[in-house]
């Protein structure tokens, strides 16, 4: 999601119309990672909001040290983390099955065979995602989604850098192993 300089430079003079079109332009980017992110539908709709509610006060405090993405993404993992924070110091709760779909640009969409395949392998890695506890879902996703740098993800999560490191690589292998083990049932139910 790539945001003119100058709209974001008019909203945060206080043009309305502008903060308007910033959110227009960007909510489905920030409703899809809060989705990713806490793998729930209402949560992800509760996300985006306090995500843009956090926008609007702090807009004028945007620097652009980063890019406005970087930054409206960054807020929404840290209503997403708070959220989910909340939720923890409640009660565990079960999270629903990933189910988020991608379009591919029109001009770049493959045949239907490859969009079959690539269906197919999308709905495997969103059931297993939804396998993987909650701060190995948020670390997978941060960074091989999202491309968040281990030093980002590591404040986010109120962790070292090289504990991070750690958690993705451990992450990334349970996730191989559901991911091989869904195959594994599958090759079994063929034969």
């Known amino acids: ?19 308007e079109e910033l959110i227009r332009r960007s909510q489905t980017s920030v409703y899809t990672l809060a989705y990713r992110l806490t793998g729930n539908e209402e949560d992800a ?8 509610i956090r ?18 993404y960054r807020v ?22 990933l189910t988020e779909t991608f379009e591919p640009p029109a001009d770049t969409a493959p ?3 490859a969009r079959a395949i690539s269906s197919d392998a999308r709905d495997r890695l969103v059931a297993a ?3 993987l506890s909650e701060n190995d879902r948020i670390v997978v996703v941060m960074k091989d989604i999202y491309g968040f740098p281990h030093e980002e993800i590591a ?20 996730l191989r192993d559901v991911l091989e083990g869904d195959g594994a049932s599958e090759k079994e139910q063929v034969s």
Do not use: H
């Open 1 to 19: 999601m790539e945001v003119p300089v100058e709209l974001v430079e008019s909203a945060k003079a206080g043009d309305e119309r502008a903060i």
């Open 45 to 52: 709709r509760d996300v985006t909001q306090e995500t843009f």
């Open 55 to 72: 926008v609007v006060r702090n807009l004028k405090k945007f620097r652009g040290d980063s890019s406005f993405s970087t930054w409206l």
């Open 76 to 97: 929404t993992s840290n209503s997403a983390y708070t959220l989910m924070a909340k939720r923890k110091r409640r009660a565990a709760e079960s999270l629903d099955e």
């Open 111 to 113: 045949g239907p065979e």
């Open 129 to 131: 995602l939804s396998k």
């Open 155 to 174: 404040a986010e999560l109120g962790i070292g850098v090289s504990a991070c490191k750690v958690r993705l690589f451990r992450a990334r292998q349970r």
